[in-house]
């Protein structure tokens, strides 16, 4: 005789409560964990689900006013400038009001992009096989190899290659003469000249004498990118505890999200950027809601701001993805193209948007709360939404009736 197996009730249990998706699965998750009886598994389903129908918002509820209130309080609390990434002090990366400011501008370029790119399989758990990836994603520039010299009396550049450092950055090649020869020939392809080779030396010139194209020649060469990918300036290796367990998480100064996903031995699915726009760019819109959800409660935790509500940054999210592109906050985004002549002068600019909507002869029909409120009127929200009309008296067939 076997033993009764709980989780198939447990499920059919989840799945007669009104959470949606996301909920039930999380819910079931914990449960299978704890493994409960039926009774308590009952218990904890309904009082998870009379939570969130408690909490839920009721109808004309001022939803954006709150949220709006509830992430601007704390953050006239956060520090105008910090420049650390917990736990990584070698890697700078812009935190605090600046921070805050990038996402809701939705900015194209962080100041400060950066990556954390998870390894798979042994590369996570292999330190060597982990600088595999190192190298493959940090840009390895002509200073990082060797010694570059000029011969003015010859009008040659001369390259001095470190065998050490070859075979340190290109694991898998035995023969630091094999790299030597890649080299001289992306230093042809890049600066259109010949190169001589003698071992791990390469040397090369201009095709007329000329000291300034001699010197034109070395400041070409210091920017090629002879391997890894030419955004990422610095890759940081640390070992660390996570959710797989004790495993190399690799941060770079830098960012080039759809590059690194390509990269054998890195785990596609962990790995992420501060940069919403590649997210959005390779991962798509939905992706690129999370992300910026993410960023900002991370931007506030780490001020000690912990206690808004995820739902607020929720709103603000989808606000900024509802068109399937990411949309800022401010006058070149979603406060500046709103209907309202009077919302859109209230944000910025006043005097530049009430001059365009008298030369166009625009017509506010006093919808929204922000025109209401200058004009004096009534907001349509909660009560102020609800127009109470009473009959003036029955007709006398209602009478009769």
Known sequence: MTDYDVSDDIEALVEDTELPRRLKDEVYRTLEDRDPTLEQANEIAQAVETKYLNTRVDPLDPVGTVSAQSIGEPGTQMTMN???YAGVAEIDVTQGLPRLIELVDARKEPDTPMMTVHLDGEYAEDRERAHEVVWNIEATKILQLGDVSTNVADMLVRVALNEETLLERWPTVDDPGE??????SKIESKLGVETQRRGLVIEFGP?????RDLLQL????????FKGIEEISRVVIRKEETDEGEEFVLYTEGSDFGEVLGIEGVDA???TCNNIHEIHKNLGIEAAREAIIEETMNTLEEQGLDDVNIRHLMLVADIMTNEGTIESIGRHGIS???????ARAAFEVTVNHLLDAAVHGEVDDLNGVTENVIVGKPIKLGT???DLRMSAGKSESESAD
Request: proline share 3%; aromatic share 6%.
């Open 82 to 84: 910090t420049f650390h």
């Open 384 to 386: 102020g939404d609800v």
């Open 179 to 184: 790299v030597a020869e890649e080299i001289a």
């Open 218 to 225: 070395v400041e070409e060469l210091s920017d090629i990118v």
């Open 269 to 271: 699915s962990r790995t």
């Open 336 to 342: 500046g193209s709103k209907d309202s002549v009077l």
């Open 207 to 211: 095709e007329e004498p000329s000291y």
